[in-house]
T-cell receptor
Framework: GENVEQHPSTLSVQEGDSAVIKCTYS??????FPWYKQELGKGPQLIID?????GEKKDQRIAVTLNKTAKHFSLHITETQPEDSAVYFC??????????FGKGTRLHILP | EPEVTQTPSHQVTQMGQEVILRCVPI?????FYWYRQILGQKVEFLVS????????KSEIFDDQFSVERPDGSNFTLKIRSTKLEDSAMYFC??????????????FGSGTRLTVV
């Protein structure tokens, strides 16, 4: 079945710098890749997604890239702010439509 | 913005007891899911539900688990005889559609289940 690997597990970034989280997936038939942000005590919130017919998507300070050939996708956050501190999960949708999550990256924005 | 609502937010139960976790999905959504997150670990799929039946379940979703949509709005997860290892956050999610290139899920805020 689908397997989603996510790195790093923890990331500390100075406020104002950029953060990059990387994921790989195994099922070449997956074609939908959402990213979720989970704040303490809350459920995962969809922040951005990308479909396989697109290589890059941007929404203000957040961008995602997808390399279908290599089965890599990444989340880029620029000009990081304290409120970006959270756990971020990448995910991939399998052919049977079940979303499989990565293990998460705990992002700390340092003052 | 429409929300998925879960109750209770926190439930403490004795080992061996039955618990029912409740969810109200977004009203025009057709697909419903339960996921589980053990403290500090990844979000794991439990079960998906469509058209009043289970469409897929994981190996975690054994005979002690069941789901039900008793009326037009609620979606429940029942754990029949709780074990210590069932302690986790349980998230309900719903989606308007599915299929390749789908819509993403909306998650509830979760129910923290503590089995003592």
């Amino acid at each position: 079945g689908e397997n989603v690997e996510q790195h790093p597990s923890t990331l500390s970034v100075q406020e104002g710098d950029s953060a990059v989280i990387k994921c790989t997936y195994s099922d070449s038939a997956s074609n939908y890749f959402p990213w979720y942000k989970q704040e303490l005590g809350k459920g995962p919130q969809l922040i951005i997604d990308i479909r396989s017919n697109v290589g890059e998507k941007k929404d203000q300070r957040i961008a995602v890239t997808l390399n279908k050939t290599a089965k890599h996708f990444s989340l880029h956050i620029t000009e990081t702010q304290p409120e970006d501190s959270a756990v971020y999960f990448c995910a991939a949708e399998r052919r049977d439509d079940k979303i499989i999550f990565g293990k998460g990256t705990r992002l700390h924005i340092l003052p | 913005e429409p929300e998925v609502t879960q109750t209770p937010s926190h439930q403490v139960t004795q080992m061996g007891q039955e618990v029912i976790l409740r969810c109200v999905p977004i009203s025009n959504h057709l697909y419903f899911y339960w996921y589980r997150q053990i403290l500090g670990q990844k979000v794991e799929f439990l079960v998906s539900f469509y058209n009043n039946e289970i469409s897929e379940k994981s190996e975690i979703f054994d005979d002690q688990f069941s789901v039900e949509r008793p009326d037009g709005s609620n979606f429940t997860l029942k754990i029949r005889s709780t074990k210590l290892e069932d302690s986790a956050m349980y998230f309900c999610a719903s989606s308007p559609g599915t299929g390749r290139g789908s819509y993403g899920y909306t998650f509830g805020s979760g129910t923290r289940l503590t089995v003592v």
